[in-house]
């Protein structure tokens, strides 16, 4: 709850004396004002403000994460994770191939809250996690990871660092990351925001020893305006150090 509104490396830092009844106990946690605050201001103001069939990652239809999931021989057995999903479409697809086991991560609840009414009868399927992404913490192990147009926005070298961390600790042993960025010859910047721009150099150098980059693939993405964008998707898979 206290991530959900902003705050940021969120501990308890143990139980204390205050009790309401017999059967309760205190708790005190301890938590950072983020900077999530301003991230997820900007990102509220965006899917309050505007229709979502205009902004310049609207895709129709999800057709490259499709092909990536179908080349990495995904099936709907899969936990599956869309981080920074937005009002992508791609859990709708997922959902109508039969994925039972999905979660949508967003910084904004505005877009999530979309996408639930978007999905009407089957909007109880996805779990909804309103976070930072590179604040997410969870027991589960995911055995694909997505996110389409979310780690380039990541300026600081530090945030990076902690969101292939979270990548790291969350993938399953032999799950797959598809990462999509812009490439080096696309945007530098999106929805008002600086963005990193990456290709396969680039993204290694991040990765290091964390992660092989199995697949590096280029797509040039249309915008409802009619302009070209250039993207990089990687396929990445955990380097897991011997025993
Ligand atoms: C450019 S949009 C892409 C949305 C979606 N992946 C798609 O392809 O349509 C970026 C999305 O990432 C979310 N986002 C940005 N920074 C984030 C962060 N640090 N943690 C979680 N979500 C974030 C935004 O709210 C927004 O929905």
């Not at 057995?77 to 981080?83: A, R, S, T």
């Not at 997410?136 to 961390?165: I, M, N, P």
């Not at 600086?194 to 993204?203: A, D, I």
């Amino acid at each position: 709850m206290m991530n959900e509104v902003g705050f940021i490396d969120t501990e308890c830092t143990g139980t204390n004396h205050y009790t309401t009844a017999p059967t309760t106990a205190g708790a005190t946690f301890r938590a950072t004002k983020g900077d999530g605050n301003v991230k997820q201001r900007h990102w509220e103001n965006v899917y309050t403000t505007k229709d979502v069939s205009k902004v310049g990652w609207y895709q129709q239809e999800p057709a490259i994460s499709l092909s990536l999931l179908q080349k990495i021989g995904s099936t709907p057995k899969d936990v599956f994770i869309d981080v920074g999903c937005g009002t992508s479409t791609l859990t709708d697809a997922l959902i109508e191939s039969g994925y039972q086991d999905i979660t949508l991560l967003d910084i904004s609840p505005s877009a999530l809250n979309i996408v639930k009414k978007r999905l009407g009868a089957t909007a109880d399927l996805p779990v909804y996690c309103v976070e930072d992404v590179c604040h997410f913490s969870t027991k589960k192990l995911f055995d694909v990871w997505h996110d389409r147009a979310v780690f380039h926005f990541l300026q600081k070298e530090e945030e990076q660092q902690e969101y292939l961390q979270t990548l790291h600790r969350s993938l399953s042993p032999d799950g797959y990351a598809l990462i999509g960025t812009f490439a080096v010859d696309g945007p530098q910047s999106c929805s008002n925001l600086p963005v990193r721009q990456y290709n396969e150099e680039r993204m290694k150098n991040l990765v290091q020893e964390r992660f092989d980059i199995l697949e590096v693939i280029e797509e040039t993405h249309i915008t409802p305006s009619g302009s070209e964008q250039r993207y990089c998707f990687f396929i990445l898979k955990s380097i897991h150090p011997k025993e």
